[in-house]
């Protein structure tokens, strides 16, 4: 079931036009689109007491929040109260555990062990009246244990690109505006800025051993004048990441390469709103080759798409209609899949990165395989035809392998195992 909620998208939003988005959102960040009769006709030292009066609100609530996290004491205090009230959700939503099997329970301490300012924070925790967020039976069915994609491997935003975010004279709102697309980018300091949006957008991979569920990749902030060959080029993909071969004399595989992986993309295409993008190669353009597959099918059962008059490398974020929520395919590689769901499309604000775009904001950790002769660390080495190991290939670390010697067979081939996306 978790897959499944994990695999499930939408419902998608109306279709957005970028552009028009942007022109009727920097329009309606001008002064005079916002009045207010009633705020206007209030004096100056009233609205200056008003305002005040929220601002104060609003830091004395922040100052509350961080004062209990802060103390080790009281959020530790609060944490165990979270997980005692998830397991008391689950012991009465779960069934009976089996016989013989107890199942483990996070008992909250009693109050006579609890501290004087715990006490005193518990309190102002029971007088509050909001009761709507509250945990009951049914919110088990919305609760999991974390998974790897819910992990980041990020500390903080990675600059992938050189996109750069400009500030013009836009007023207390903080709108931005950016440069053109990375791939069309002049060095003159004289280029002419556009209106921009900021596109949040998650990418998905097929689970190799359950095809038809999905599991997040990554996330990335693109500028909406960068292009689909932009976020092509930054996504993380062990297929973009294959060691090259070494041929010998007699044309064989001697060995591979690993010391270049950002090697040209051999194909891609970019199915967005029953549109194709393709690569704009002359000879083998892939959104060719997969009208060309359509058309082998029966009429009733062809997909009606139709082939875009720009490449993806000259498709900008800008020229596009999207909608949220709605996972749109990529091809590249052969047949590499992945897809990509629009999170969110805003105007750019004073907070966000000046450069750097596009931005890596999540990654999920990679799952490596373990060396099969120790078991502890991840395996970088693939051996093949060596009788010793009592296997073939066998996956080995470096360590392991050093220890084992070199092997006296000379069909024994190691082959570098893929270090994923060495690049990011």
């Not at 695999?7 to 036009?17: A, H, L, M, R």
């Not at 709507?132 to 069915?141: D, I, N, P, R, Y």
């Not at 002359?282 to 009733?300: G, M, Q, R, V």
């Not at 750097?356 to 373990?370: F, K």
């Amino acid at each position: 079931m978790s897959r499944g909620f994990d695999s499930y998208f939408g419902p998608p939003s109306q279709p957005i036009n970028v552009a028009e988005f942007l022109q009727q959102a920097n329009s309606a960040l001008l002064p005079e689109s916002f009045p207010n009769a009633s705020w206007e006709q209030l004096a100056h030292e009233h609205r200056s007491a008003v305002e005040a009066e929220i601002t104060e609100s609003i830091s004395d609530l922040k100052s509350s929040l961080d004062k209990v996290w802060d103390n080790p004491v009281l959020s530790a205090h609060v944490l165990r109260q979270h997980e005692s009230t998830v397991a008391s959700v689950h012991g009465q939503a779960d069934a009976p555990a089996p016989k013989g099997r107890k199942r483990k329970r996070h008992v909250a301490p009693e109050g006579s062990e609890l501290s004087q300012e715990v006490l005193k924070l518990q309190e102002k925790l029971d007088a509050v009246n909001l009761r709507c967020w509250g945990l009951t039976v049914e919110s088990a069915l919305c609760m999991r244990t974390a998974k790897n994609p819910d992990y980041n491997a990020l500390d903080a935003p990675k600059k992938m690109g050189t996109g750069i975010l400009h500030t013009p004279d836009h007023g207390d709102v903080g709108a931005m505006r950016s440069s053109i697309p990375d791939s069309l980018r002049s060095a003159s300091p004289d280029a002419i800025s556009h209106p921009n949006a900021v596109i949040t957008l998650t990418v998905y991979n097929r689970i190799s051993y359950l095809p038809s569920c999905l599991t997040r990749s990554s996330q990335y902030a693109l500028l909406s004048t960068q292009t689909l060959g932009d976020l092509l080029r930054i996504l993380p993909c062990p297929s973009s990441n294959m060691p090259v071969e070494e041929l010998d004399a007699e044309g064989d595989v001697s060995g591979y390469n690993i010391t270049d992986q950002t090697g040209e993309h051999n194909g891609c295409l970019f199915c967005i709103e029953d549109i194709v993008y393709g690569d704009g190669r002359e000879t083998t353009n892939y959104s060719e080759k997969l009208i060309a597959h359509f058309h082998k099918l029966p009429e009733d059962k062809r997909p009606q798409i139709r082939t875009a008059s720009t490449s993806a490398s000259e498709t900008t974020f800008n020229a596009l209609t999207l909608r949220t929520h709605q996972p749109y395919w990529i091809l590249h590689q052969g047949n590499c899949e992945h897809f990509f769901v629009i999170d969110q499309i805003r105007l750019a604000h004073a907070s966000d990165p000046r450069s750097g775009y596009p931005l890596m904001l999540h990654l999920t950790p990679i799952v490596q395989d373990l060396c099969r002769a120790c078991g502890k660390v991840p395996a970088v080495h693939s051996i093949v035809g060596d009788m010793r190991l009592g296997e073939s290939p066998c996956l080995l670390c470096a360590p392991c392998w050093r220890t084992m010697g070199p092997p006296n067979n000379e069909d024994v081939m190691v082959v570098p195992l893929v270090i994923p996306f060495v690049n990011h």
